[in-house]
């Protein structure tokens, strides 16, 4: 019904910069929340960075000013630009979104299938 396709990981230097990509397709009434999230191996999955519905940003404190979400709602698509890479950002990067599929549904979550971002010299 609905798919959130990531792309843009790979393998990058310290100091580097990626950008990651996520587009929700399928049956598409209207997307509240969207966001990425990180699992590094032997880690919990984390949240890196959401736009909620009603506006504004949040990140983890450990990628404030080296990361940066936006979203293109008429293409349902939402980014994550990443400067200044490290070692440990590396992981898995998921793209998460809230998505109502009618307009009497309720918000289901739905999450991508994920990204691998290495930083390594």
């Known amino acids: 019904q609905v798919q959130l396709v990531e792309s843009g990981g790979g393998l990058v230097q310290p100091g580097g910069s990626l950008r990651l990509s996520c587009s929700a397709s399928g049956r598409i009434f209207r997307i509240n929340a969207m966001g990425w999230y990180r699992q590094a191996p032997g880690k919990q999955r984390e949240l890196v960075a959401e736009m909620p519905s009603v506006g504004g940003t949040n990140y983890a404190d450990s990628v404030k000013g080296r990361f940066t979400i936006s979203r293109d709602n008429a293409k349902n698509t939402v980014y994550l630009q990443m400067n200044s890479l490290k070692p440990e950002d590396t992981a898995v990067y998921y793209c998460?979104?809230?998505?109502?599929?009618?307009?009497?549904?309720?918000?289901?979550?739905?999450w991508g299938q994920g990204t691998q971002v290495t930083v390594s010299s």
């Open positions: 998460n979104a809230d998505i109502r599929t009618r307009t009497w549904s309720t918000p289901v979550n739905y």
